[in-house]
């Protein structure tokens, strides 16, 4: 049996009332995808979105999805399902989720989600059912299917914090940015385990000689500790290296060189790319993934695709951990394929279940080379001067001996005449401007 949502009263909030103020400076910006986007506002739109769902304390690479990402730029979601896969990822799972209690991950949601603080808590407590009830997928289906976040924002809007600042009010409201990741319930938990030992009140029952010395020793103890938290573990999986050339012309096929190697082995295959840069592909392009989901002994099949450029068929591969796994592809622009950016994908999928691991977006420049670097619109271009120069130089020819034959004045001549007019013309020109009536 479903728990039905407890109800709960509405308080005053400045997000209930209409707003008709000119928007400037001081209204949030709004980030849609309702209109087509370029690349650049596409990038600005999914930096909105992270700062939204994981605040700026925690805009790190490692909380990057990089999957989602590559969905939102081929269209394959919308923004709210983009909202959802942050909302249901490790990352804010581990940050969010597991640091709080079922009340203060309610309110945080609500903030970041809906874009205002909880009315009362009597809403909190009701959300908080929904949450255990349903657990934390449920929940969030909840929030983006509500009526509340479909009026506000929809499939193509990313949240934000709805009237936070009012006309002629001195100060608004707060950012929800404020609020700590973690409450205070939490915070005793880490001072069990010692991350605060450096408070004052733990040195200052020394004698007045030994307060230096403790005041040291507790800082360095602290930065000890401090430095174990923060560190990072060392990817123990694959790193994946695309080199492709930045420019692609029609008509002439190149290749595509997908590197998948461990981090011992980055030596390797830097001094490769810098020989292929050297030897042949001076604008040779590489997209870096520093860590993946890949381990050694899996059999994956790696494929590229872009619905305007032609790749060779995918591969079956067998990861190996020993060396470098290197896999070449064929790339030939189609022929009906526009000039310009072309975006591609490279896909990493399990050979068997057919789950994708990875998933990288890469870019072309397609040109229409005639030779070597050399456009056809510009071959054309001068190709037309060359032929108009050579009519000129012909029709004066043929003019000069009609003059010599008609005349019998010698071509030198009338070169020489020709020449010394134009000069008297341009020097008159100079010496003496155009007069304009009035003046």
């Known amino acids: 049996m479903v728990i039905p949502l407890l109800s709960y009263s509405f308080s005053t909030q400045n997000q209930r009332v209409d707003g008709y103020e000119v928007p400037g400076d001081e209204q949030p910006r709004i980030y849609t995808t309702q209109y087509l986007l370029s690349e650049l506002e596409l990038d600005e739109l999914i930096k909105a979105a992270y700062r939204q769902i994981f605040n700026e304390q925690q805009l790190l690479l490692s909380n990057r999805q990089i999957c989602l990402e590559s969905q939102l730029r081929f269209g394959q979601i919308t923004v709210r399902e983009f909202v959802r896969g942050l909302l249901l990822s490790d990352s804010f799972r581990r940050r969010n989720y597991e640091p709080n209690n079922n009340y203060r991950f309610v309110q945080m949601c ?182 993946s989901s890949l381990i050694p002994g899996m059999t994956v099949i790696i494929k590229l695709f872009s619905p305007a450029i032609n790749f060779s068929d995918e591969v079956l591969k067998e990861l190996q951990g020993e060396y470098v796994n290197r896999i070449t592809f064929t790339v030939e622009p189609d022929k009906e394929c526009a000039l310009g950016r072309q975006e591609a994908v490279l896909s990493i999928r399990d050979s068997e279940t057919n789950k994708e691991y990875e998933s990288i977006p890469f870019s072309f420049i397609v040109d229409d080379f005639a030779f070597d670097h050399v456009s056809k619109p510009t071959l054309s271009l001068v190709s037309s001067g060359v032929t108009g120069i050579g009519s000129l130089a012909l029709f004066t020819l043929t003019f000069l001996q009609k003059v010599d034959a008609t005349l019998g004045i010698p071509v030198g001549t009338v070169t020489t005449a020709l020449a010394l007019l134009c000069g008297f013309r341009t020097t008159f020109l100079y010496q003496n401007p155009v007069k304009t009536e009035g003046k």
């Not at 479909?150 to 809007?157: A, S």
């Open 110 to 291: 609500i903030q970041r989600v809906w874009g205002r603080e909880v009315y009362d808590n009597r809403e909190k407590l009701a959300w908080s059912i929904v949450l255990a009830t349903k657990g934390l997928q449920g929940f969030v289906d909840a929030l983006l299917s509500s009526e509340e976040y479909l009026k506000n924002f929809g499939d193509d809007t990313v949240p934000y914090q709805r009237r936070r600042i009012l006309p002629l009010q001195i100060q608004g409201d707060l950012p929800f940015a404020r609020m700590p990741r973690y409450g205070a319930d939490y915070r005793y938990k880490l001072e069990e385990l010692g991350y605060f030992s450096h408070q004052a009140g733990e040195y200052w029952g020394y004698s007045r000689e030994n307060k230096i010395q403790a005041i040291l020793r507790s800082i360095f103890q602290n930065f000890e500790i401090e430095r174990r938290a923060v560190e990072l573990p060392q990817p123990t999986g694959f790193q994946i290296s695309l080199l492709h050339p930045r420019r692609l012309a029609k008509g002439h096929s190149t290749t595509v060189t997908v590197q998948i190697y461990l981090p011992n082995q980055r030596a390797d295959v830097f001094m490769r790319i810098e020989a292929l840069r050297q030897r042949s592909i001076p604008e040779l392009v590489e997209n870096y993934s520093y860590s």
